[in-house]
């Protein structure tokens, strides 16, 4: 029983959890887990904590947070953008790529400025206090609109420019961003006022506009151990646009997948230790991708785990992640595991035609059962990819949630204590379960079980590096071993289905939508490969991405 508890834990914190709708996955179908291999039945793969309906949420709105109190330093700077002015420009940007929109402020079909009160403008018109609301961003920068002014003065400057300039970008509430608070979701950090973290300024030196924060499953859903997707006591409920209520939103970056899906922005960052970047691309029919760590800096983000955070693109397109992965990798000085720009690819290159002729890719036995796989296998042969059927390697992730709680137990107070506000005093995880028991009617309605279950476990830095070694050689042979018997280049999974395996080996991954099931749910074809093969997944992606153009825009948000 013990054992069984961990791991519904794991799943948890790798969100690989199946949308659910009022005929969803019953407690009866969860217990199929099996703990001692990872051959599940479909219907409890990597099993949500939770059995509740979706659209039994405690909460739903904010208790502390308004639309009036997010637009109240907006709205006099969006009296000149009128429903006129978002109808003609409509056509232009909705369900448009960043180079699409690049082209379009080239021939002048509308500046930078008036992108960004389009986005703005949406945002309003959708996101909080009306029937379609998603709850997905949490705070707008209050000078975005002067941003973008100055972008259009330097349009015209003759030196070259980062395809990302003047692109109005989204980021996930756990990054540090100046002129808005860093909350993680959380009542404790609601007047945490930072400065900008490492991959806001890589953003900011390649021009491109921060727009807002997306909401997020509070403390990157580290914390409360039997709450929904998508909720954190400053943002609400996150709601997914294909089915409010019904359809999970994937999590932890739930607001950045869900903005991205909605059209609230060119682009969105979201952060990922094992499945919260692939999870909510997947659950909302957008792009997400997963980089190696140690390509994209840290510091500055509220984190989980030193040993597995990375940050990484939410987008609608495979070559717009890259071109976001390209802005936002760079060599960062106070991250231990940043790697020097030897590892750099230039990521947003067209691939050639033949990028996938040759290129041989393992594909789980059990996984093609499920008819949306098959489908992509064939356009994937019919592109000249080799598809090899493998059986998977029988290991587990021993210790996998002792692991965060030993690396956030100590990654948490460094957080704290260099990159929040000073005004900030809190300084432990203990300090913030202690907070929220004054109020924990609105801070923790969920409770606080994975925070509690951080401050009792009594592991030391021996065990820490005793875990670390027995999950990365794990992890690595569990894609290693067929990709060597077999000579694959990469690994096809599901959604974000072998999540937890890639962030232990720190393996990149990316998914792209591969159609809706027959529920209208979304899911996504991910893409594996070895670390610092971002390069090969962008261009393999985007050759499947043509052929089958699956995305389709949330029906209610057009």
């Known amino acids: ?237 996150t709601l997914n646009p294909y089915g409010r209520r019904i359809i999970d939103t994937g999590g932890s970056s739930s607001g950045s997948g869900v903005s991205v899906a909605a059209n609230f922005c060119a682009a969105a960052i979201g952060s990922e230790t094992a499945g919260s970047i692939l999870s909510p691309a997947s659950q909302n029919s957008v792009v997400g991708l997963k980089p190696t760590v140690g390509l994209v800096s840290r510091t500055g983000i509220v984190p989980i785990s030193s040993t597995l955070d990375t940050a990484g693109p939410i987008t609608k397109s495979v070559r717009d992640a ?20 030897d590892k750099w690819q230039g990521y947003f290159t067209q691939p050639p035609l033949s990028a996938l002729k040759g290129k041989r890719f393992g594909a789980p036995i059990r996984l093609l059962k499920d008819s949306l796989y098959k489908q992509a296998i064939k356009v994937l042969r019919e592109q000249g990819a080799e598809i090899v059927e493998i059986e998977e390697e029988k290991l587990g992730l021993p210790n996998f949630i002792r692991l965060l709680n030993i690396d956030m137990k100590k990654d948490l107070p460094a957080y704290l204590s260099n990159y929040a506000d000073s005004a900030i005093t809190l300084r432990t995880v203990n300090d913030v379960i202690l907070f929220n028991l004054k109020d924990s009617v609105n801070t923790m309605p969920y409770g606080q079980k994975l925070f509690e279950g951080i401050t009792n476990d009594k592991g030391d830095d021996v065990f820490l590096a005793r875990i670390k070694d027995t999950l990365q050689t794990n992890g690595k042979a569990y894609f290693s071993v067929p990709m060597r018997t077999f000579n694959l280049d990469g690994f096809l999974s599901i959604n974000n289905y072998h999540a937890a395996f890639a962030a232990v080996a720190e393996y990149p991954a990316l998914t792209v939508p591969m159609g809706y099931d027959e529920s209208g749910v979304p899911k996504g074809l991910t893409f594996i490969a070895e670390p610092f093969q971002e390069k090969l997944l962008i261009d393999c992606a985007i050759l499947y991405e043509e052929a089958t153009k699956e995305r389709v825009a949330p029906k209610d948000y057009n």
């Open 1 to 237: 029983m013990r054992n069984s508890f961990y791991f519904l834990i794991f799943c948890l914190i790798v969100s690989c959890k199946y949308s659910k709708s009022s005929n969803s996955q019953t407690a009866t179908e969860a217990s199929k887990i099996k703990t001692d291999t990872l051959e599940f039945e479909k219907s409890s793969e990597l099993s949500a904590i939770s059995t509740e309906d979706f659209r039994d949420f405690k909460v739903l709105d904010s208790k502390y947070l308004s639309k009036a109190t997010i637009w109240s330093s907006i709205n006099q700077q969006m009296e000149d953008f009128t429903e006129e002015d978002y109808n003609r420009l409509k056509p232009l940007i909705l369900e448009k790529s960043i180079t699409e929109l690049q082209v379009s402020r080239t021939r002048n079909l509308f500046s930078y400025e008036e992108l960004t009160k389009f986005y703005l403008y949406r945002i309003r018109k959708f996101d909080r206090e009306n029937p379609l609301a998603l709850n997905s961003v949490i705070a707008i920068n209050p000078h975005v609109i002067a941003q973008s002014q100055l972008k259009d003065k330097a349009f015209l400057d003759t030196r070259s420019k980062h395809p990302i300039f003047g692109m109005p970008i989204l980021l996930k509430d756990n990054i540090n961003a100046s002129h808005m608070a860093t909350t993680a979701g959380a009542v404790a950090l609601k007047d945490n006022f930072t400065g900008d973290a490492f991959i806001v300024k890589q953003l900011k030196s390649k021009d491109a506009l921060i727009l807002g924060k997306a909401n997020l499953s509070e403390w990157a859903y580290y914390f409360c151990g039997d709450c929904p997707s998508g909720y954190s006591a400053i943002g609400g409920q």
């Open 322 to 341: 890259g071109i976001v992965l390209d802005a936002i990798s760079s060599f960062d000085t106070l991250d231990t595991k940043s790697v020097g720009l």
